[in-house]
């Protein structure tokens, strides 16, 4: 088993919550863009964020933990957080036409 320190048990009550806070932090900044450099660098870190996700959420499935649902639901809400466009205005205006 590796080592791990003394101090970093005294964070295991907040592990849970890493996901969800990260799911959150990631759809907040990239939505919240409107400059289109930034934007372009927010989803990126956006996906970023969603790749860390997948990977602490396979392994609380994989480790049978008891916070897989909340990790899977947020990852679930990055998901569909990146499917769903910015905006519907350019869209209901070409449908209007």
Known sequence: ??????????FATLFPWLVPVLSILGLWVARLCDDARVRSFAE?????????????TLRTVLADDHCWLLHT????????????????????SAIES
């Open 1 to 10: 088993m590796p080592y791990v320190p003394y101090w970093f048990e005294s």
């Open 44 to 56: 990126h870190a956006y996906y970023c964020a969603m790749m860390v996700a997948a990977v602490i």
């Open 73 to 92: 639901a947020s990852l679930c809400i990055m998901v569909l957080g990146a499917i769903f466009p910015q905006s519907l205005e350019g869209d209901l």
